[in-house]
């Protein structure tokens, strides 16, 4: 069965703490690609992984950090996470024409 | 700049047919984008559209007009199930996987 999946799927953490929110695919595809999802601001792109070692920022980059050093892992890395980035994360792999999102994380910073 | 257009609401009858608009503006265009997103799930794909004209896909089909800056989504037949917020998104080709999205659509089928 083609699957993305995200951990942790729910997590609440304070300012200023490191935390990474990981994400895996076993559909063997090359694009790989970040989002978060605010009420009245719709679905903003973070993060965007073509292949392996190649990543490029989306629309919100800013405060989030990424790695792609195998094709099937694309984690999402909050170096000191602010409440601003209080928000429901999806990540999303697929084709030219198409995405499969994973099941999304809730995270909250207090 | 980049602007992706689509109604914040629609209402229609279960049986009936509803076409929901997508305008865009981007700074590059390589391929349109429809996803369906229920209440607290995750989007999933519905329809890809990188030529003009009409993809058919069962009861949805997804028109592309590249000169106009416009797409649309037709669901035909509306079931309950079919409730749910539809995203329009654009990936824009000077950017290969850069991709933009409208705020979406909250559709609500009534009986």
């Known amino acids: 069965e083609a699957q993305v999946t995200q951990n942790p799927r729910y997590l609440i953490t304070v300012t200023g703490k490191k935390l990474t929110v990981t994400c895996s695919q076993n559909?063997?595809?090359?694009?790989m690609s970040w989002y978060r999802q605010d009420p009245g601001l719709g679905l903003r792109q973070i993060y965007y992984s073509m292949n392996v070692e190649v990543t490029d920022k989306g629309d919100v980059p800013e405060g989030y950090k990424v790695s792609r050093k195998e094709k099937r892992n694309f984690p999402l890395i909050l170096e000191s996470p602010s409440p601003n980035q209080t928000s429901l994360y999806f990540c999303?792999?697929?084709?030219?024409?198409?995405?499969?999102f994973g099941p999304g994380t809730r995270l909250t910073v207090t | 700049g980049q602007n992706i257009d689509q109604p914040t609401e629609m209402t229609a009858t279960e049986g009936a047919i509803v076409q929901i608009n997508c305008t865009y503006q981007t700074s590059g265009f390589n391929g349109l984008f429809w996803y369906q997103q229920h209440a607290g799930e995750a989007p999933t794909f519905l329809s890809y559209n990188v030529l003009d004209g009409l993809e058919e896909k069962g009861r949805f089909s997804s028109f592309l007009s590249r000169s106009k800056g416009y797409s649309y989504l037709l669901l035909k037949e509306l079931q309950m199930k079919d409730s749910a917020s539809y995203l329009c998104?654009?990936?824009?080709?000077?950017?290969?996987?850069?991709?933009?999205f409208g705020q979406g659509t909250e559709l609500s089928v009534k009986p």
């Open positions: 998104a654009v990936r824009e080709n000077n950017q290969g996987g850069k991709l933009i």
């Open positions: 999303a792999a697929g084709g030219l024409g198409e995405q499969y």
């Open positions: 559909m063997n595809h090359e694009y």
